[in-house]
């Protein structure tokens, strides 16, 4: 025996199909490789063009923390409804502040208008309070005047009636001149 098993039988060409074969099947394979790698390649652009990113879906920019909150390097600005939504807000605080300047206005006015009452009030009550005081001085000098007249017109009469007749030293003399 020359070292082949002689049960198995040489074909002539056998190699060569043999060979063949696995030429197509590795070939099959490839195709489905290159076939696979394109689906993914597709699929992944797919996923680019069609993601979040390219078409500015303002939800990846939103975070998590709360829903007025982004995450700004997400973030592609704001929709036209938030956009008209700010306008709107800015309008109605401007509207409120308008309001309030304006009430504060009046208020203002009010209260200068108050004073001015209260000043004039004070002014007429200050005069009113002067007269009075120059009518009661005045009445005080009067009554004086009269208890002034009033007692003059007594020392006269004393002076006149009373003390016409001043005692002598007679009249003292008889004091003190017995034991009783």
Do not use: C
């Amino acid at each position: 025996s020359s070292g082949i098993n002689a049960e198995w039988p040489l074909r002539p060409g056998a190699t060569k199909s043999y060979n063949a074969a696995l030429d197509a099947e590795r070939k099959a394979k490839e195709a489905i490789d290159k076939q696979k790698e394109l689906d993914d390649n597709f699929t992944e652009l797919s996923n680019q063009v069609y993601g979040d990113t390219l078409t500015e879906n303002p939800g990846v920019a939103q975070s998590s923390f709360g829903g007025h909150r982004v995450i700004t390097d997400r973030w592609k600005g704001m929709s036209d409804e938030q956009k008209v939504e700010i306008m709107r807000i800015r309008e109605e605080q401007q509207a409120e502040k308008q309001r309030k300047t304006e009430e504060e206005k009046e208020l203002q006015k009010e209260y200068e208008r108050s004073q001015l009452l209260q000043a004039n009030a004070a002014i007429l009550m200050e005069r009113e309070m002067n007269r009075k005081a120059a009518e009661i001085e005045k009445k005080i000098a009067e009554e004086n005047m009269r208890l002034q007249k009033e007692q003059k017109d007594t020392l006269t009469k004393l002076a006149k009636e009373v003390y016409t007749n001043p005692p002598t030293d007679a009249y003292f003399t008889q004091f003190n001149t017995g034991t009783r």
